[in-house]
């Protein structure tokens, strides 16, 4: 008589394929929050509106994969882990599509939103035009600031979300439910 519940559990030291997958997403989206941070602190790059927005993902990615790996290593069961992963990959997807959007903004593919790619609005009298004009820094979602081999930051960051939503994805399957 063989104890299939043995042999199925990874052996002492080495970790699930779920844990292995939310630790990994949750530290590629830290990873990338702090090279946003950095380019913004120390380079001075300062981000767009969509920049911002871009970033809300991997602030909802490192808590939600620490919380699936302490899950998965706890024995929670493989239905909420599995759920847990689904909402990384989904949340890594939706980030890959405004991504796709920032880029094409930078293109010049389509129109952006109107708070960073249209007209400065309205700046009072003329008599204080000129100190309205100094205090007023708008950064524009349709211009880039940093390129590398050719990609924008937006474009980096369309590779970096598929490539969480992947992990999160091969977690998943390796999670039965």
């Given at each position: 008589m063989t104890n299939t519940s043995v042999m199925a559990r990874p052996a002492a030291g080495v970790m699930s394929p779920a844990v292995t997958a939310a630790l990994?997403?949750?530290?590629?989206a830290a990873?990338?929050?702090a090279g946003a941070w950095y380019m913004q602190?120390?380079?001075?790059?300062q981000p767009c509106e969509l920049c911002l927005k871009q970033r809300w993902a991997y602030y909802a990615i490192v808590p939600l994969g620490l919380l699936i790996a302490l899950a998965a290593r706890g024995g929670a069961p493989r239905g909420l882990v599995w759920c847990g992963l689904g909402l990384v990959a989904l949340a890594a997807l939706g980030n890959?599509?405004?991504?796709?959007?920032?880029s094409g903004v930078e293109w010049g593919f389509w129109q952006g939103p109107t708070e960073c790619t249209g007209p400065v609005g309205n700046l009072g009298s003329a008599g204080t035009l000129l100190d309205r004009l100094d205090s007023v820094k708008?950064?524009?979602?349709?211009?880039?600031?940093?390129r590398f081999l050719g990609l924008s930051l937006a474009g980096y960051s369309v590779l970096?979300?598929?490539f969480i939503a992947a992990v999160a994805?091969?977690?998943m399957t390796r999670t039965r439910t």
């Amino acid at each position: 008589m063989t104890n299939t519940s043995v042999m199925a559990r990874p052996a002492a030291g080495v970790m699930s394929p779920a844990v292995t997958a939310a630790l990994l997403a949750a530290g590629i989206a830290a990873a990338t929050l702090a090279g946003a941070w950095y380019m913004q602190l120390v380079w001075g790059l300062q981000p767009c509106e969509l920049c911002l927005k871009q970033r809300w993902a991997y602030y909802a990615i490192v808590p939600l994969g620490l919380l699936i790996a302490l899950a998965a290593r706890g024995g929670a069961p493989r239905g909420l882990v599995w759920c847990g992963l689904g909402l990384v990959a989904l949340a890594a997807l939706g980030n890959a599509g405004l991504g796709v959007y920032h880029s094409g903004v930078e293109w010049g593919f389509w129109q952006g939103p109107t708070e960073c790619t249209g007209p400065v609005g309205n700046l009072g009298s003329a008599g204080t035009l000129l100190d309205r004009l100094d205090s007023v820094k708008v950064v524009r979602c349709d211009e880039v600031q940093f390129r590398f081999l050719g990609l924008s930051l937006a474009g980096y960051s369309v590779l970096i979300s598929l490539f969480i939503a992947a992990v999160a994805s091969w977690g998943m399957t390796r999670t039965r439910t």
